[in-house]
């Protein structure tokens, strides 16, 4: 938006006069935000503004259709919206998420801006307002059903996006976990030796964590679908034309192709914010998921001389400013940090979600900012942890196989042949001897100084082979 420098208009709002720099599309209210709301310098999400103009576009429709709003009026409007939606016309939505409650500066600030175009549409000049900022554009409305209305719809678009960025990742998993399915590790609990698995079973125990967490954020992202519209200032309805909410939903339907419904208590769905807690939950319990993915990673790729070292991660940049050739996982720890700071953001949701008092959760400002921070970070993240370390892993089965052999603990497969207590007594001789527990229970074996539990015998060379054979 280019203001000429040193000039502006005059306009009036309820509370008096307002200078509005003379080239700008917003008018009085949006000024005293502005002036009010310089708090972060972030500005409005630009799908959460097109939703509200896509509200707009419908209730110009119904308005019409109901004989309240005149047709020249409503199809100024709806042009007006149709134009709004092109990117260039961001720089005219100038409104700080830290802003009044319920979310009245964002609308009014839209409002003006649909007002002032369509007034140009129909020949005239902005500030003139041959269309009404509240009594043509926001006719049969109120911030309290529009915003949480275009949040719903907003989180739904951008859901898409972090749910296929999502499948992608469990995809790659899922062809690590076949890739890998019958290559032998040490398993590790308490972060020590512990009975041996495959390199496949722990990509697919990584794949279906991620798999049943997008199970949850599958349900909850459906609940956002219900739509408060039409519920007004309190949700009664005050000052909306008969069949409103049915019109409305189905225009937003057709023209978004979300799947879209009226909720069945518009005083419910005014008062709560239960369904954006519970959709930003299930992205935090994706965050304590993706997180845990991340730290194994970042373990099972440790040294490469003095740690684990058993999967070898993409070397995306040097890792240090005084180590020469020291490579770190870097991309494990951005999202690492992205999660944390994505658990911090559902905690405030959670806070602003139970702020709710009476008819109205003024709050909502909070959420929408959060909510959409949140999806922005976690597919962001998510498609670089994909495409920048898990495509590029590469087991190293030298090592692999090395640690598998020094694992004592894949003796657990013979306790029900010679008892806990004797594998236990194995383990710890062969440690204190510094051999390999194979060679003890050889030894014993050929001594017969070991038992085989379920035939009262000495374990035999065979019986100890076969028992083994499938680890």
């Known amino acids: 938006m280019k203001t000429t420098a040193g000039t502006y208009r005059i306009e009036r709002d309820s509370l008096g006069e307002v200078k509005v720099p003379i080239d700008a599309y917003f008018g009085a209210e949006t000024q005293r935000a502005i002036e009010n709301f310089q708090i972060s310098y972030e500005k409005p999400d630009w799908d959460y503004t097109c939703s509200v103009v896509m509200i707009k576009k419908c209730a110009a429709r119904v308005n019409m259709e109901a004989g309240w709003l005149?047709?020249?009026?409503?199809?100024?409007?709806?042009?007006?919206?149709?134009?709004?939606?092109?990117?260039?016309?961001?720089?005219?939505?100038?409104?700080?998420?830290?802003?009044?409650?319920?979310?009245?500066?964002?609308?009014?600030?839209?409002?003006?801006?649909?007002?002032n175009r369509a007034t140009e549409i129909l020949g005239g000049k902005k500030g003139e307002y041959i269309v009404n900022s509240h009594n043509d554009v926001n006719m049969g409305q109120s911030t309290n059903d529009v915003i949480p209305t275009a949040i719903r719809m907003s989180c739904i678009r951008k859901n898409s996006y972090l749910v296929?960025?999502?499948e992608s990742c469990i995809s790659t998993l899922n062809n690590l976990t076949i890739e890998h399915q019958t290559l032998k590790k040490s398993g590790r609990t308490h972060l020590q030796d512990a009975a041996p698995i495959t390199v496949g079973a722990e990509f697919g125990a990584f794949a279906r964590i991620l798999e049943r967490d997008l199970e949850w954020?599958?349900?909850?992202?459906?609940?956002?679908?219900?739509?408060?519209?039409?519920?007004?200032?309190?949700?009664?309805?005050?000052?909306?034309?008969?069949?409103?909410?049915?019109?409305?939903?189905?225009?937003?339907?057709?023209?978004?192709?979300?799947?879209?419904?009226?909720?069945?208590?518009?005083y419910e769905s005014m008062q709560s914010a239960a369904d954006f807690v519970n959709?930003?939950?299930a992205i935090r319990t994706f965050a304590v998921s993706v997180t845990k993915i991340c730290n194994d990673l970042r373990l099972l790729s440790s040294g490469p001389e003095?740690?684990?070292?058993?999967?070898?991660?993409?070397?995306?940049?040097?890792?240090?400013?005084?180590?020469?050739?020291?490579?770190?996982?870097?991309?494990?720890?951005?999202?690492?940090?992205?999660?944390?700071?994505?658990?911090?953001?559902?905690?405030?949701?959670m806070l602003a979600g139970q702020a709710g008092q009476l008819e109205l959760n003024v709050m909502i400002p909070?959420?929408?900012?959060?909510?959409?921070?949140?999806?922005?970070?976690?597919?962001?993240?998510?498609?670089?942890?994909?495409?920048?370390?898990?495509?590029?892993?590469?087991?190293?089965?030298?090592?692999?196989?090395?640690?598998?052999?020094?694992?004592?603990i894949w003796i657990t497969k013979l306790t029900r042949l010679i008892g806990y207590e004797e594998a236990a007594n194995i383990v710890k001789t062969a440690?204190?001897?510094?051999?390999?527990?194979?060679?003890?229970?050889?030894?014993r074996i050929e001594s017969q100084n070991i038992q085989n539990m379920q035939t009262g015998k000495p374990l035999t060379l065979t019986e100890y082979l076969a028992w083994i054979s499938e680890i």
Not at 93 to 100: K, L, R, T
Not at 252 to 261: M, V
Not at 431 to 443: M, T
């Open 366 to 408: 909070l959420i929408a900012r959060n909510l959409f921070e949140m999806q922005r970070l976690f597919t962001n993240s998510i498609n670089t942890l994909n495409h920048k370390c898990l495509v590029g892993i590469v087991v190293n089965e030298e090592k692999v196989r090395k640690w598998l052999e020094a694992n004592p």
């Open 217 to 266: 954020l599958t349900i909850t992202s459906r609940r956002l679908g219900r739509l408060g519209i039409g519920g007004s200032a309190v949700g009664n309805g005050v000052n909306t034309p008969p069949d409103y909410i049915t019109k409305m939903v189905a225009y937003l339907r057709e023209y978004t192709q979300l799947d879209l419904q009226s909720t069945d208590n518009l």
């Open 70 to 115: 005149n047709p020249e009026k409503s199809k100024a409007i709806q042009q007006a919206c149709e134009d709004i939606v092109n990117p260039e016309w961001k720089e005219n939505f100038v409104i700080d998420p830290f802003q009044a409650g319920a979310g009245t500066s964002h609308h009014m600030n839209i409002n003006e801006v649909i007002a």
């Open 279 to 281: 959709y930003s939950a």
């Open 164 to 166: 296929q960025t999502l």
């Open 431 to 443: 440690s204190a001897r510094k051999i390999h527990v194979s060679s003890l229970i050889n030894e």
């Open 306 to 349: 003095t740690g684990l070292n058993e999967i070898i991660l993409p070397a995306v940049q040097p890792g240090s400013s005084i180590m020469p050739g020291k490579v770190n996982p870097v991309i494990p720890e951005m999202v690492n940090m992205v999660m944390y700071h994505i658990m911090g953001l559902d905690q405030s949701i």
